[in-house]
C-alpha cells in the first residue's frame, strides 16, 4: 500500500511539473510572438516613400546604385555618390583619379557627417555624428511614412535605435542605424559600423566603413 502511495505521489507530480513547463513555454512563446505595430495618419498616397514624395528631396540622385544618409525624424537627405553617374543618369565606368567627400552637417542639427569617397576603389570612410538624431522619435517618422511603410523600416525595439540610417537610392530600402550592430548589407552595399565609446549625452559617434561588393559569381540553379 504504502508503495502505491509512493507511485501515486511521484505520478501526480512529474504531471504538475510537466504542466508547468507547458504553461512557461506558452507564456515565452507568446511573448516571442509580440509584435510591435506602429500607426500613422498619412496616407499611401501621401508617403514620403511609397507615394514618392522624397524623391523631391534630391531628385537628380533617384535610380542609382548608391546609398545616401537619412534621417526619418526629418526626412534630410545626403547621398554617397560611391559609383559615379553622368548627369544624364548614366554610370560612368571609367578612372576618375581623385577622391571627393560627401555627408556635411544637416539643416536643423540633427546630425554631421563627414566622409571620404574613394570612386576608383568603390568604398566610402568616415564618420556620423548624431545630436538631435541620436534618438528615433516614431512620432516623427509617422509625419512622413504610412503605416505599412513605418511597419517595414522601424524594428521591434526602438530603444537602442538612432534616428539616422542608410537608404538604396535605387530600391528607397532603408535601415537604421542601431547601437548594438556592427553593420549590415544594403543592395550591392556593405556597411560596418563601428559605435565610439565614451559619448557625452549630447551626442555620439560612429564610425562608418561603407564599400561596394556586387555579388562576383552568378547563382548557379
Known amino acids: 500500500m504504502r508503495r502505491f502511495i509512493v507511485a501515486l505521489f511521484t505520478l501526480l507530480l512529474l504531471i504538475l511539473t510537466g504542466c508547468g513547463m507547458t504553461q512557461n513555454a ?30 523631391n528631396r534630391i531628385p537628380s540622385y533617384w535610380g542609382q546604385n548608391n546609398v545616401a544618409l537619412i534621417s526619418l525624424n526629418t526626412f534630410e537627405i545626403k547621398p554617397l555618390e560611391i559609383n559615379r553617374y553622368d548627369i544624364n543618369g548614366k554610370l560612368v565606368e571609367e578612372y576618375a583619379g581623385y577622391v571627393s567627400f560627401g555627408g556635411n552637417d544637416s539643416i536643423d542639427g540633427g ?23 541620436k534618438t528615433l522619435n516614431v512620432d516623427k ?4 511614412l504610412c503605416t505599412d511603410c513605418l511597419n517595414k523600416i522601424l524594428p521591434q525595439d526602438v530603444g537602442p535605435c538612432f534616428g539616422v540610417g542608410v537608404i538604396h537610392l535605387d530600391t528607397k530600402e532603408i535601415r537604421l542605424f542601431e547601437e548594438d550592430f556592427y553593420g549590415f548589407e544594403l543592395g550591392d552595399f556593405y556597411i560596418n559600423c563601428n559605435l ?26
Not at 546630425?111 to 538624431?133: K, P, Q
Not at 517618422?141 to 512622413?144: D, L
Open 26 to 55: 506558452d507564456r515565452e512563446s507568446n511573448v516571442l510572438s509580440r509584435k510591435t505595430v506602429y500607426y500613422s495618419k498619412i496616407s499611401a498616397k501621401d508617403c514620403y516613400l511609397c507615394g514618392g514624395g522624397i524623391e
Open 196 to 221: 565610439k565609446e565614451g559619448q557625452n549625452d549630447a551626442s555620439q559617434k560612429m564610425n562608418l566603413l561603407i564599400f561596394y561588393c556586387p555579388i562576383r559569381y552568378e547563382e548557379t540553379p
Open 141 to 144: 517618422a509617422a509625419s512622413f
Open 111 to 133: 546630425f554631421s557627417a563627414c566622409l571620404m569617397i574613394e570612386h576608383d576603389r568603390g568604398f566610402a570612410t568616415g564618420s556620423v555624428d548624431f545630436f538631435n538624431d
